[in-house]
């Protein structure tokens, strides 16, 4: 029996390492560039990212997905819970995910899919299963950003033109996806300038607290990102990984914390060399 017990110990073990080192792959994906074929340099959209996660498994993960030359999708997601049943359930996102072709371009109509995607195991297993979601679409040309929120932390849109940073909030916040059978989110749209940066996040930054409780919160994070979001990406994400330390005091942190960055570079590069890796 105790044979048998350790057997199945290591088992599982295994099963949540290989785990982890899926979600670490996905995670760690080259972003695509835009158009293809250009050098990272050269790409009108950049990226970067920052995932740190509370257990060994987290529940948060984003997905950039290339359309066309000049359009992406970018997607960040909080699923209840961590661990195995976390791990789970991002796959399931990523499949409804790749699976929606032209219908990608519709942020609204990812969510209700998300969200149907969801119900049948609620139905089944009589278990809630739910996760904040936002989706945006990204187009280069029109320098436009089409957006839907699921219930999650409003993305930070640095707008260089006016030097202000909106909070890409609804005015009626909408449930997460899992929570109401056949709900149709709302579409928004703004313009998404040369310059701009868009700063999706998880609610793991905000809610970070110091030892007397108080909450890191959405005011200090626009204040960052006024301050150093025109630094690029990868700087203003590790501003914000440092100060939510010395606020909360900790290296570690009891909720996931992940972050995922946009800058419209305003770049072109239509002329192919045959240098370039495709």
């Known amino acids: 029996?105790?044979?048998?017990?350790?057997?199945?110990?290591?088992?599982?073990?295994?099963?949540?390492?290989?785990?982890?080192?899926?979600?670490?792959?996905?995670?760690?994906?080259?972003?695509p560039v835009f158009p293809r074929g250009v050098p990272a340099e050269a790409s009108a959209l950049r990226f970067?990212?920052?995932?740190?996660?509370a257990a060994s498994l987290g529940g948060d993960f984003f997905e950039v997905v290339q359309l066309s030359d000049t359009q992406c999708v970018v997607l960040i997601c909080d699923v209840m819970g961590h661990g195995v049943r976390a791990g789970l359930l991002t796959a399931l996102i990523r499949g409804l995910v790749a699976q929606l072709d032209e219908r990608t371009k519709n942020p609204a109509q990812v969510l209700a899919e998300i969200n149907r995607g969801f119900m049948p195991i609620f139905r089944q297993t009589g278990q809630p299963v739910f996760a904040s979601v936002f989706c945006g679409v990204i187009d280069t040309e029109q320098q436009r950003l089409s957006y839907a929120n699921a219930g999650h932390p409003p993305p930070l849109h640095l707008r260089v033109a006016t030097g202000t940073v909106v909070p890409l909030r609804s005015a009626s916040p909408e449930p997460a996806t899992g929570l109401v059978d056949g709900y149709v989110f709302a579409r928004h749209e703004c313009e998404f300038g040369v310059g701009d940066v868009l700063?999706?996040?998880?609610?793991?930054?905000?809610?970070?607290?110091?030892?007397s409780g108080e909450i890191f919160g959405e005011e200090r994070l626009?204040?960052?990102?006024?301050?150093?979001?025109?630094?690029?990406?990868?700087?203003?994400?590790?501003?914000?990984?440092?100060?939510?330390?010395?606020?909360s005091?900790?290296?570690?942190?009891?909720?996931?914390?992940?972050?995922?960055?946009?800058?419209?570079?305003g770049m072109t590069c239509p002329v192919y060399s045959p240098n370039w890796e495709i």
């Open 1 to 31: 029996m105790e044979e048998e017990l350790r057997d199945r110990t290591i088992e599982m073990e295994t099963d949540l390492r290989m785990a982890c080192q899926i979600q670490d792959v996905f995670l760690t994906q080259p972003h």
């Open 249 to 265: 005091g900790r290296e570690q942190f009891d909720d996931d914390i992940c972050m995922l960055t946009v800058e419209s570079t």
């Open 48 to 53: 970067a990212q920052r995932y740190l996660p």
């Open 222 to 247: 626009v204040g960052l990102t006024l301050r150093h979001g025109t630094q690029g990406g990868r700087a203003l994400i590790g501003q914000v990984v440092d100060s939510v330390r010395a606020f």
């Open 199 to 211: 700063l999706c996040y998880t609610d793991g930054v905000i809610e970070a607290a110091d030892s």
